[in-house]
């Protein structure tokens, strides 16, 4: 505002006084001269806090930036370790199939043992009574 051209207010009142030119402003003029620098203070004012606040969103704008790269490792983490645990179960899982067709195969031999040795000990009893 205080830029702009004054000439309006320069043609009312001119001094010479030792080389040196004053202007005189009527107090119209000086009274809307002072309101108009007290609200160019106002918006200097009002400028800093909004460069303030910038600078604050900006940092939180970084820190939240900086919170999602951290999370976005966490959660590539987190897959691998899920990746990891579904590959120990899956070799649990293959481990413990062995291991039943182990148990199977030793409750069959257990149960042959048992049959033959019941059919050779009834065989041999009834030979024995037989003779």
Known sequence: MLLTNLTVYSQQTVFTKSGDTL??????????????????EAFRTLDSLNNLQLGYCDSVFESNDQVIAEQGEIIINQKEIIELKDYQIEKLNEQLEVERKATRRQKFGKWCAIVVGSATTSFMTWKYVTK
Do not use: H, N
């Not at 202007?23 to 160019?40: D, R």
């Open 23 to 40: 202007i005189a402003f009527t107090p119209a003029q000086s009274k809307f001269l002072l309101k108009k620098v007290y609200e160019v």
